[in-house]
């Protein structure tokens, strides 16, 4: 683990989490810089039509990850775990490339809708590139948050400890992808 | 460069760990139908916190008028979906 449990945080534990964080973010920021490129093909859709193709590729989505197409239907992900090597140099330097690889969303497995929801919505509601960029660092926290929140006292995370493992239960994961979906639908 | 003595990376583990979102973070979990036990109190809590947090922050955008809120939101709901493995 990148922090071990049962101790007393010290600095550079938060060192640590801070570079997770800050590759996490950057992770995030080239792949939504990515799809906001991508974005400029689907100018000539009419909004009508994109909150058509973005509530079916939802659909599509959920029915394909959790829904009657699972097993049948396999949505690309990287199916491979990011390699020990990136730990190598040193640990703040390797928490910034493990946090960069988890933040990209694409190097490693993908268990919950939400982000394919996130990439479409991003593709298909052409946002601007601030939101884009915005997208970015609410995805870098998200991803970031688990290991932050191992820096509070156990006693004190406890509850938020709670909230995040229980992400694992698939009612959560698709209410997850419901509001990414209902925010993709307001920012269209 | 400080380096630590704490055990560290748990990366690349064997292949039947596969299926495994990441471990380096935590134990991680498994492919469909080989998910490990959640107690249901801890179900309950996980499905409202990856409610209310992301619909809390988009819900500022209602107040500011603004739309970059929602974006925020749906990026942390989607790296909060990811955050099971704790």
Redesign the interface.
Known sequence: ??L?LGRRRRR?DRRVVGAYLAG?VAG?TLT?SFAWLLSGFVQPLTDTARIVVLCTAALFVWAAKDGPL??RVSLPES?R???????T??????AYR?GFE?GT?MR????????Y??LV?LIVVR?TL???L??????????????M??LRPEDRSL???????????R???T???L??L???L??V | MRQRTDPVPLTGESPERAGREDSALSPGRRSRGDRPPVPSRVRARGTYGIWLLPALVMALAAVVHGLGPIAVGIGLAAGLSLSGSV
């Open positions: 683990m990148l071990p550079f996490a995030a939504t699972a097993g199916r775990q990011i390699p020990s090597a990136v730990f140099p040193s640990l703040v330097r390797g493990f988890m969303g490693t497995y993908v268990p919950s809708v939400a982000p929801v996130l919505a946002p601030g939101q884009a915005l997208v970015a660092v609410g995805f870098g926290l998200g991803r970031a948050t688990p290991l929140v191992r509850i938020i400890r709670e909230f995040l493992q229980g992400a694992v239960h009612r959560a994961q209410a997850a992808g509001v990414v209902g925010g993709g307001l920012l």
